[in-house]
């Protein structure tokens, strides 16, 4: 049996229920897995054949949403499975939710019906927009010039990091007696930047 526990949420227990309307046939579970279940089958011909049980490997529908085939050409949405087995039938207005914005992350307790304004409300994207706008780390260093970090982020968004605040990090690492000193340490690291910014805008030299 293949490793069922979430690498994204971490939680394991994993609860499967039938899908409405394919009782007997098709299950989903509470992480998001998709499974046609052992039955017999029997042909045009009256002939039975026995059909194991097999986890369904989803595809992207092109949205970066998982999808599934439950029988030919029915096309079901992993979300849309799984809250309706869990939660209950979508409502008029109501989208699928994920809570952490991560659209391949179908477990139970990221997925939610919302309206679409409570879709856009999601705190993950206030969260997003906010450190987007901010222009300084936490220490009041500018995220700009020779200052400004560009790491992996999430979702394979680049995001900002303050180098004088990784530099101090990193020193840290290094000689952690010094831990008591981060801010000052930071500081000292972001004035030296500064400098040799400024030395850069204004090759010459000249005081400004
Ligand atoms: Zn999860
Ligand atoms: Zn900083």
């Not at 409502?91 to 919302?114: E, I, M, T």
């Not at 400004?148 to 990784?166: A, F, I, T, Y």
Request: net charge positive; with cysteine.
């Amino acid at each position: 049996m293949a490793k069922t526990n979430c690498e994204t949420c971490q939680h394991d227990d994993e609860i499967w229920k039938d899908i409405p309307g394919y009782e007997g046939k098709y299950q989903v579970s509470s992480r998001g897995r998709v499974k046609s279940m052992s039955r017999v089958l029997v042909d045009s011909l009256g002939r039975k054949r026995k059909w194991k049980e097999r986890i369904l490997k989803p595809g992207d529908n092109g949205n970066g949403y998982e999808h599934v085939q439950l029988g030919l050409g029915h096309s079901r949405l992993v979300h849309s499975l799984v809250l309706e087995a869990f939660v209950g039938q979508r409502k008029s207005g109501d989208d699928a939710c994920h809570n952490d914005g991560n659209r391949k992350h179908n477990c139970l307790v990221n997925l939610r019906w919302d309206s679409r304004a409570g879709n856009h409300d999601d705190k993950w994207k206030h969260g997003t927009v906010y450190q987007r706008n901010r222009t300084h780390c936490k220490r009041g260093h500018a995220y700009a010039g020779e200052n400004l970090m560009w790491v992996p982020g999430r979702r394979e968004r680049m995001s900002r990091r303050c180098k004088s605040c990784e530099m101090a990090s990193r020193r840290i690492k290094e000689k952690p007696e010094l831990k008591p000193l981060r801010d000052q340490i930071a500081n000292e690291y972001y004035q030296r930047l500064d400098i040799s910014r400024n030395r850069e805008n204004n090759p010459k030299g000249e005081v400004i």
